[in-house]
């Protein structure tokens, strides 16, 4: 077509447009459909794309795959990679289709090279990492990350900074902690540069979220305390909200019932008519829960209500909304006893759940599931979740590597002071040995010796050998307490010397403004705390013996396969500081032993207090073993160690075990 033809086709459609109106959207479709002009085309598509974007979802989407394929076909690349990389949010996140957001933007790909700026080529790789870390492939979003940071340049620093910050979040959620905060930092760094506050905000929150999920609650909450400091202004309203809502999250971890309420409460605080409908869905959702569990169902529907009433308003809802609302709701129907309807809630938060792909999510919805289909009454299906539930939970990610380190540390130091008891057992075993043989050869040579004098030997014979074992029993007692001193010496001296050394050590590196060195101090600073913490159980002074045995049973329910279950009563202020670590020792051995040499599925943990005694018993369905046998072994250290801490604490152990039919570990405790 000549340009006067096409001049003229504009200028009626320009008047015309005036005349029916600039959002009549059946006009312009009416004339897409009648030209033949494929220039005409793309410009009527590019109008009905203005007027749909933020409207109608679904027809903006579907107009912009008709532009792309149309701009593809006039090779008008920059036109179809800006229309695909805009509408990439609708399609990914509002309709939540990643398939087809990745597949617009793979079909503009082959024509990379033909793209004029770094922008557009690393914006499509931007983009179709995003899809793939939609519940799809994180390892692929990483690497389709890499590439777009390879085609952008210095000019592109606000997509490289993004990049960072998104490329962190994948990095976190799979597995890859350190990596996750390496790139929270550069991504805070760069938006630094920038002087965007609220970014650079925005990746801080990254690594206070990263220590959340490797409960360092203590350390997330520290940094939490800084970050709300810095955000004090206006603007940051939703930030301010979401860190007050994280830290809720955090102490219903810790089953810290009135701090997590303040927490939400403050959280609400914040929401107003402006706050976006993401914000309000996870507040007032997670507030109505709270209550629900509480009892307090006239609160708990004020919430839902408020949830309900807001989804009324807004026509743009994403998934994440209906996420949140059907959880809250599910709930709240099982909690009044409507347990059909919560079924059909449930099950659609389950369908979303694994359309993202969070685990940790879908984990809580497999248990919502058991617990609806329980009430209902149907025990398979009751089943079949809460199995899923437990797998999820297993599977979940580990701690970090700091936190291996730890673990192992402590394996390595529990078994070089377990090989020192067994050898000086052996040593006091054999001198009992070549002692009952000198005795033998003088009962032989003394058989005409009168009965009185046979007496005085028999009671001196007694005596020596309950002294030889009170000197063994002793000796061990001794030795369990020297160990515990020991690792409380090597625990002190790494924090207040190694620990104070590489403290001056970063003054030093912070005057001399090497962040890089910095970051590796800091790295160092806190293995070191960490190392000292594991050597000696501090955590039951701090928290006592009661939540310090329940962390240990934590840590390796997260760092194993073992499904491990627990009933343990409140044992603190019962023994003294002395004992408390015995107790303690003796759980943590028994647990490390099942790991190493049970190949067991599932132990269960039961420590209850009755009348005078504490009842403890550590049951697994390993292997088992022949107990004579083990314990003659001076290979097995495990139980020999387990029985003089036993002694040491004046209580009496027993071992019920048999090969291929597990084994059931009792100790009884005198509490006085």
Same mark, same amino acid.
Request: overall charge neutral; hydrophobic content about 35%.
């Given at each position: 077509?000549?340009?006067?033809?096409?001049?003229?086709?504009?200028?009626?459609?320009?008047?015309?447009?005036?005349?029916?109106?600039?959002?009549?959207?059946?006009?312009?479709?009416?004339?897409?459909?009648?030209?033949?002009?494929?220039?005409?085309?793309?410009?009527?598509?590019?109008?009905?794309?203005?007027?749909?974007?933020?409207?109608?979802?679904?027809?903006?989407?579907?107009?912009?795959?008709?532009?792309?394929?149309?701009?593809?076909?006039?090779?008008?690349?920059?036109?179809?990679?800006?229309?695909?990389?805009?509408?990439?949010?609708?399609?990914?996140?509002?309709?939540?289709?990643?398939?087809?957001?990745?597949?617009?933007?793979?079909?503009?790909?082959?024509?990379?090279?033909?793209?004029?700026?770094?922008?557009?080529?690393?914006?499509?790789?931007?983009?179709?990492?995003?899809?793939?870390?939609?519940?799809?492939?994180?390892?692929?979003?990483?690497?389709?990350?890499?590439?777009?940071?390879?085609?952008?340049?210095?000019?592109?620093?606000?997509?490289?900074?993004?990049?960072?910050?998104?490329?962190?979040?994948?990095?976190?959620?799979?597995?890859?902690?350190?990596?996750?905060?390496?790139?929270?930092?550069?991504?805070?760094?760069?938006?630094?540069?920038?002087?965007?506050?609220?970014?650079?905000?925005?990746?801080?929150?990254?690594?206070?979220?990263?220590?959340?999920?490797?409960?360092?609650?203590?350390?997330?909450?520290?940094?939490?305390?800084?970050?709300?400091?810095?955000?004090?202004?206006?603007?940051?309203?939703?930030?301010?909200?979401?860190?007050?809502?994280?830290?809720?999250?955090?102490?219903?971890?810790?089953?810290?019932?009135?701090?997590?309420?303040?927490?939400?409460?403050?959280?609400?605080?914040?929401?107003?008519?402006?706050?976006?409908?993401?914000?309000?869905?996870?507040?007032?959702?997670?507030?109505?829960?709270?209550?629900?569990?509480?009892?307090?169902?006239?609160?708990?529907?004020?919430?839902?209500?408020?949830?309900?009433?807001?989804?009324?308003?807004?026509?743009?809802?994403?998934?994440?909304?209906?996420?949140?609302?059907?959880?809250?709701?599910?709930?709240?129907?099982?909690?009044?006893?409507?347990?059909?309807?919560?079924?059909?809630?449930?099950?659609?938060?389950?369908?979303?759940?694994?359309?993202?792909?969070?685990?940790?999510?879908?984990?809580?919805?497999?248990?919502?599931?058991?617990?609806?289909?329980?009430?209902?009454?149907?025990?398979?299906?009751?089943?079949?979740?809460?199995?899923?539930?437990?797998?999820?939970?297993?599977?979940?990610?580990?701690?970090?590597?700091?936190?291996?380190?730890?673990?192992?540390?402590?394996?390595?130091?529990?078994?070089?002071?377990?090989?020192?008891?067994?050898?000086?057992?052996?040593?006091?075993?054999?001198?009992?040995?070549?002692?009952?043989?000198?005795?033998?050869?003088?009962?032989?040579?003394?058989?005409?010796?009168?009965?009185?004098?046979?007496?005085?030997?028999?009671?001196?014979?007694?005596?020596?050998?309950?002294?030889?074992?009170?000197?063994?029993?002793?000796? =061990?007692? @001794?030795?369990?307490? !020297?160990?515990? &001193? #020991?690792?409380?010496?090597? $625990?002190?001296? /790494? %924090?207040?010397?190694?620990?104070?050394?590489?403290?001056?050590?970063?003054?030093?590196?912070?005057?001399?403004?090497?962040?890089? =060195?910095? @970051?590796?101090?800091? !790295?160092?600073? &806190? #293995?070191?705390?960490?190392? $000292?913490?594991? /050597? %000696?159980?501090?955590?039951?002074?701090?928290?006592?013996?009661?939540?310090?045995?329940?962390?240990?049973?934590?840590?390796?329910?997260?760092?194993?396969?073992?499904?491990?279950?627990? &009933?343990?009563?409140?044992?603190?202020?019962?023994?003294?500081?002395?004992?408390?670590?015995?107790?303690?020792?003796?759980?943590?051995?028994?647990?490390?032993?099942?790991?190493?040499?049970?190949?067991?599925?599932?132990?269960?943990?039961?420590?209850?207090?009755?009348?005078?005694?504490?009842?403890?018993?550590?049951?697994?369905?390993?292997?088992?073993?022949?107990?004579?046998?083990?314990?003659?072994?001076?290979?097995?250290?495990?139980?020999?160690?387990?029985?003089?801490?036993?002694?040491?604490?004046?209580?009496?152990?027993?071992?019920?075990?048999?090969?291929?039919?597990?084994?059931?570990?009792?100790?009884?405790?005198?509490?006085?």
């Amino acid at each position: 077509m000549s340009a006067k033809p096409y001049l003229v086709f504009i200028i009626c459609l320009l008047f015309v447009s005036c005349v029916v109106g600039q959002n009549d959207l059946s006009y312009y479709k009416s004339v897409l459909d009648s030209t033949k002009s494929k220039t005409q085309k793309l410009s009527i598509l590019d109008s009905i794309l203005k007027l749909t974007r933020g409207k109608d979802h679904k027809a903006y989407v579907f107009h912009t795959e008709e532009y792309v394929e149309l701009a593809k076909e006039l090779k008008l690349y920059d036109k179809a990679a800006r229309a695909a990389i805009r509408s990439f949010y609708y399609i990914n996140s509002v309709l939540n289709d990643p398939d087809r957001g990745i597949k617009l933007v793979e079909g503009i790909l082959p024509y990379e090279n033909q793209l004029t700026t770094s922008r557009m080529k690393g914006g499509l790789y931007l983009k179709r990492a995003d899809g793939y870390a939609n519940g799809k492939d994180l390892n692929i979003a990483i690497d389709n990350f890499n590439k777009a940071l390879e085609r952008f340049t210095e000019k592109d620093s606000f997509q490289v900074a993004d990049v960072y910050l998104f490329r962190g979040r994948a990095k976190s959620y799979s597995g890859d902690f350190f990596g996750g905060i390496e790139d929270y930092r550069k991504s805070y760094e760069y938006f630094e540069s920038l002087k965007d506050k609220e970014y650079m905000l925005n990746a801080q929150q990254g690594i206070i979220t990263i220590y959340s999920m490797n409960g360092f609650l203590e350390d997330a909450k520290k940094e939490r305390g800084k970050l709300l400091e810095l955000a004090k202004e206006d603007k940051f309203i939703n930030l301010r909200l979401t860190e007050h809502y994280n830290q809720s999250i955090d102490y219903k971890k810790q089953d810290l019932i009135s701090e997590r309420e303040k927490e939400l409460l403050k959280a609400a605080q914040y929401i107003n008519e402006k706050t976006d409908l993401y914000y309000k869905s996870l507040v007032y959702g997670e507030l109505s829960d709270f209550y629900g569990e509480q009892k307090n169902l006239e609160a708990s529907v004020k919430y839902l209500d408020l949830i309900e009433t807001e989804l009324k308003k807004d026509v743009s809802i994403d998934n994440y909304v209906w996420s949140s609302y059907y959880t809250s709701k599910a709930n709240y129907l099982k909690n009044i006893g409507n347990f059909n309807t919560a079924l059909d809630y449930a099950l659609r938060k389950n369908k979303i759940a694994l359309i993202f792909d969070f685990k940790e999510d879908i984990m809580n919805t497999q248990k919502l599931l058991s617990e609806i289909y329980e009430e209902k009454g149907d025990h398979y299906n009751s089943i079949k979740y809460f199995k899923k539930y437990n797998h999820l939970k297993d599977s979940l990610f580990g701690v970090t590597k700091a936190n291996a380190l730890v673990y192992y540390q402590t394996l390595y130091e529990t078994e070089k002071k377990e090989k020192e008891i067994v050898e000086k057992n052996s040593e006091i075993d054999l001198l009992e040995e070549t002692n009952a043989y000198k005795k033998k050869q003088f009962i032989v040579g003394s058989l005409g010796l009168t009965a009185l004098f046979g007496f005085i030997l028999m009671i001196r014979n007694r005596r020596h050998l309950k002294k030889s074992q009170l000197l063994q029993e002793k000796y =061990t007692q @001794d030795l369990l307490v !020297s160990q515990e &001193e #020991e690792r409380k010496r090597v $625990s002190k001296d /790494l %924090h207040d010397s190694i620990g104070q050394s590489l403290l001056l050590i970063k003054n030093k590196v912070v005057l001399n403004k090497d962040d890089s =060195t910095k @970051d590796i101090v800091d !790295s160092a600073i &806190e #293995e070191v705390r960490s190392i $000292s913490r594991a /050597l %000696h159980p501090f955590q039951i002074q701090e928290l006592g013996i009661t939540r310090g045995i329940e962390n240990v049973i934590s840590q390796v329910d997260e760092t194993t396969d073992l499904f491990i279950s627990s &009933e343990i009563d409140n044992i603190d202020d019962v023994f003294s500081q002395e004992k408390e670590v015995n107790i303690f020792r003796i759980v943590q051995e028994s647990l490390n032993n099942i790991i190493k040499h049970a190949n067991a599925e599932a132990v269960r943990v039961d420590i209850v207090k009755k009348n005078r005694f504490i009842f403890m018993t550590i049951k697994d369905n390993g292997v088992g073993f022949d107990f004579s046998e083990r314990f003659n072994d001076f290979k097995s250290l495990g139980l020999k160690t387990l029985k003089e801490r036993t002694k040491f604490l004046n209580g009496i152990m027993s071992v019920d075990s048999e090969k291929n039919k597990g084994t059931t570990l009792e100790f009884r405790i005198p509490t006085k």
